[in-house]
């Protein structure tokens, strides 16, 4: 497969790119993998992609029940930072950042990767102190943070609504390198490249079972025959506690609703990603100018990936009372995700008590940022049969440990992570 550049664009151009080969191929699933991967979001493939590249395994193959990133990495708001505060979370996601900064390079593929900066409101001078500890804890751990006055939100997001009744704004946490990605460019970018190393991504093959043999996995059934497998990787977001139980475990995570926005297209108004700090809302500007923006789960457990009305009235609701500018802006399109919601609002990343098989999930809101650090941790987690130190905290028996990642310290409730 060719390399992308500047040249292959104008030799295409030349022949009305009439003839680009696909980006990656489209084989039948072999009878045996050293790994199999269940789920082709940007998690599984990441994972995939590491594994042959980092970890010299080249038997393996990617199963998805449809088409590859149609699950949560297409369906996400596509914002990335790493302003975490506890430390299981915090090394973790800026390792993840890290490998954000390069992967259209380690791709080459333009994942639009855009450090457009995120910034994280406060309407009272108790969110400013917290705000002020997670600034010190970031630092503390080596990642980028500022404290920004009222004066200085006004300056960066002029058009926020800073002397809000109800709400006004005393001032903000800003991670200058957070930002967004394009999501179908990490799915598609990362298939190429797990492709180019000799991984088969199989499409339209959904895993109906999981074979074991005594206390290891066998391989797994699916609607394409049964596959062995040496090992299994779960990255299958929503789906994770069904995958589970096909192996025989119950797994601390229920499946919620998340909807995401995105209004008509607007000259550039929001130039940053910005979350409102009194009630959850976030909203940042894509390319193609449409306001692209979410807020809180549905509020109950579902595997649908739709929303409902009231939930849109809520979100909008807070978007104008923080950007009224935006009151008159028409909505585009709106659609749901099933949200892996785990009772500390923390993702589980490592080894479960089946031999070979592997967990990645648990992701809440938050996977998307987590894309190339997950995948590169759980590769290792894989091919070592056992946790990386940046994933070792993110293990499925903290729970039973007591040792839960609670970053927003609302306890054993998913739904409020
Ligand atoms: C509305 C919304 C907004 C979000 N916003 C953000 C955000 O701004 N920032 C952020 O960091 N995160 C965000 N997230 C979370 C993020 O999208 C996810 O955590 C992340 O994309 C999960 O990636 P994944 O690869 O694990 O899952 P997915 O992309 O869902 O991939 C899992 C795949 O597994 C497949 N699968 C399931 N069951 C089977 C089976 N039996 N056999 C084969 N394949 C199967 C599915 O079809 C799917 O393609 C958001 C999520 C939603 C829904």
Redesign the pocket.
């Known amino acids: 497969m060719s390399r992308y550049s500047a040249f292959s664009l104008l030799r295409h151009a030349l022949t009305g790119h009439r003839d680009w080969a696909p980006a990656w191929r489209d084989p039948e699933p072999q009878a045996h993998y050293d790994v199999v991967i269940?789920?082709?979001?940007?998690?599984?493939?990441a994972t995939a992609f590491y594994l042959a590249k980092l970890h010299g395994v080249r038997r393996v193959a990617v199963?998805?029940?449809?088409w590859?990133?149609?699950?949560?990495?297409?369906?996400?708001?596509?914002?990335?930072r790493s302003n975490y505060l506890l430390d299981g979370n915090a090394p973790f996601y800026e390792k993840s950042l890290q490998l954000w900064e390069q992967l259209s390079q380690e791709l080459n593929y333009n994942v639009m990767f855009s450090q457009r900066g995120v910034l994280n409101l406060a309407h009272s001078d108790t969110q400013m102190d917290t705000h002020a500890r997670r600034g010190n804890s970031m630092r503390l751990n080596g990642i980028d943070a500022e404290l920004l006055t009222r004066e200085q939100v006004r300056a960066f997001c002029p058009e926020l609504d800073l002397d809000n009744a109800r709400f006004p704004i005393h001032g903000g946490l800003l991670q200058p390198r957070g930002g967004t990605a394009r999501h179908d460019a990490v799915a598609w970018g990362l298939a190429r490249g797990a492709d180019r190393l000799g991984v088969d991504l199989i499409q339209n093959?959904?895993?109906?079972g999981i074979r074991r043999q005594g206390d290891r996995v066998a391989g797994v059934e699916?609607t394409r025959g049964f596959i062995g497998a040496g090992k299994i990787g779960l990255?299958?977001?929503?789906?994770t506690s069904?995958?589970a139980a096909m192996a025989g475990l119950t797994l601390p995570i229920e499946s919620h609703v998340?909807?995401?926005f995105v209004s008509e297209g607007l000259k550039p108004l929001v130039d940053h990603v910005v979350t409102f700090g009194a009630g959850h809302f976030?909203i940042s500007q894509s390319d193609k100018g449409g306001l692209v923006f979410?807020g809180d789960l549905d509020g109950y457990n579902s595997y649908a990936q739709k929303g409902n009305l009231p939930t849109i009235e809520d979100v909008v609701a807070i978007g104008v009372s923080m950007l009224p500018c935006i009151s008159r802006t028409r909505l585009l399109r709106h659609?749901?995700?099933?949200?892996?919601m785990t009772m500390d609002g923390s993702p589980i990343i490592g080894t479960t008590p089946v031999k070979g098989l592997y967990l990645?999930?648990g992701?809440?809101?938050?996977?998307?940022?987590?894309?190339p650090g997950?995948g590169w941790v759980f590769a290792h987690t894989i091919a070592h049969d056992a946790p990386h130190p940046l994933n070792a905290a993110l293990s499925l028996d903290r729970f039973r440990h007591g040792r839960t990642i609670d970053e927003s310290g609302h306890g054993p409730q998913p739904n409020l992570h």
């Open positions: 269940v789920g082709g979001g940007g998690h599984g493939l199963l998805e029940k449809g590859l990133g149609g699950g949560n990495t297409g369906r996400n708001t596509t914002i990335v093959c959904e895993v109906t699916t990255a299958v977001a929503g789906n069904r995958l998340l909807q995401a976030y979410g659609w749901g995700g099933v949200m892996d990645n999930g992701w809440c809101y938050g996977g998307f940022k987590a894309t997950s």
